[in-house]
């Protein structure tokens, strides 16, 4: 499993959008993209997936831009990354079926990691501004 930039980049975006949901303000992907260092015309890549994907809503006009859908403490990590990168697993699903005996082994780790990934923005955000490394936090599996 690799978490592509596409998926780091959407993280950081999310991340953005929490700050900005205690104040209700709307962002714009501009302000997101200066502020996260992403790709502008990227960004707007990813916000469509997160659009289609009911993790973000846009409001069009002079005063538009992006927030979250739902509370971030509702959203978590692991749905932000399925929606960008797709089934997160440890193998391929007709791998897992070949497997035998040590199928759960492989299993049980494919759990851990989605258990993992199964945190709210809010507790992502507050283990990012906990490191010493928090602009360029980078989590590999």
Same mark, same amino acid.
């Given at each position: 499993?690799?978490?592509?930039?596409? !998926?780091?980049?959407?993280?950081?975006?999310?991340?953005?959008?929490?700050?900005?949901?205690?104040?209700?303000?709307?962002?714009?992907? $501009?302000?997101?993209?200066?502020?996260?260092?992403?790709?502008?015309?990227?960004?707007?890549?990813?916000?469509?997936?997160?659009?289609?994907?009911?993790?973000?809503?846009?409001?069009?006009?002079?005063?538009? !831009?992006?927030?979250?859908?739902?509370?971030?403490?509702?959203?978590?990590?692991?749905?932000?990354?399925?929606?960008?990168?797709?089934?997160?697993?440890?193998?391929?699903?007709?791998?897992?079926?070949?497997?035998?005996?040590? $199928?759960?082994?492989?299993?049980?780790?494919?759990?851990?990691?989605?258990?993992?990934?199964?945190?709210?923005?809010?507790?992502?955000?507050?283990?990012?501004?906990?490191?010493?490394?928090?602009?360029?936090?980078?989590?590999?599996?």
């Amino acid at each position: 499993m690799c978490i592509s930039s596409k !998926g780091r980049y959407g993280l950081r975006a999310m991340v953005e959008l929490t700050a900005s949901a205690e104040t209700g303000k709307l962002l714009k992907s $501009k302000e997101i993209a200066a502020r996260q260092q992403i790709p502008a015309k990227y960004l707007e890549q990813i916000i469509s997936i997160l659009r289609k994907n009911n993790l973000v809503l846009s409001v069009r006009g002079a005063e538009g !831009g992006y927030r979250l859908s739902r509370p971030p403490e509702k959203i978590t990590v692991y749905e932000v990354l399925t929606s960008l990168e797709g089934e997160l697993s440890i193998l391929e699903q007709d791998e897992m079926n070949q497997l035998g005996r040590q $199928k759960t082994f492989w299993s049980e780790l494919d759990e851990q990691v989605r258990s993992f990934l199964t945190v709210p923005l809010t507790d992502f955000v507050k283990k990012s501004d906990t490191s010493v490394f928090s602009k360029d936090i980078m989590y590999y599996i």
